[in-house]
């Protein structure tokens, strides 16, 4: 705003006035000296790590607990396979129930799709029920708008 102020005091255009004046940098900010700290943390010892290993070949077996690069190991793809059992204990511990006959597996399949039967049919008795409550009340109206209609027929033909 100095040049605009410079303007309205003086007169001229305002390009020879823009010439005429220097143009000054601000002055340097003074440089603040980082003080370093009075305690600086220091750092934690070196966690020892026992001795270095040795360059030497030891074994040249494989290790059967690391997963091999090519696939997974038997045991491994017998835990994937095998089918999941639900334990009732509802406690914390895992335990692991002796293995079920197949016998066992298809009686247990079969009480498990039958309470699913009981439960649907459960529903669709309830559905159909509300359904026929439903149907009846609507029948009520038809009938009842029926007579409506009629009744207003027969009132317009005896006023003609």
């Known amino acids: 705003m100095p040049l605009l102020a ?58 059967p607990d690391i997963p091999s690069l090519f696939g997974p190991s038997e045991a491994m793809l017998e835990t994937i396979i095998s089918p999941i059992r639900d334990d009732d204990t509802g406690g914390g511990s895992f ?8 016998l066992q597996l298809q009686l247990a399949r079969i009480a498990t799709l039958e309470a ?14 509300l359904f026929a409550k439903r149907i009846k009340k ?8 029926k007579r409506k209609l009629v009744l207003s027929d027969s009132e317009n033909e005896e006023e003609a």
């Open 138 to 145: 609507l029948e009520s109206k038809l009938k009842s708008k």
């Open 95 to 102: 335990h692991e129930s002796p293995p079920s006959s197949p």
């Open 116 to 129: 699913e039967l009981k439960a649907t049919r459960l529903l669709h008795r309830d559905t159909v029920v």
């Open 6 to 63: 410079h303007m309205l005091n003086q007169g001229e255009p305002a390009f020879v006035q823009a010439q005429q004046q220097e143009v000054s940098l601000p002055p340097p900010s003074p440089v603040v000296a980082l003080h370093p700290s009075p305690d600086p943390m220091p750092s934690p010892p070196p966690i020892p790590f026992g001795p270095a290993p040795s360059s030497e070949v030891v074994s040249t077996e494989p290790i």
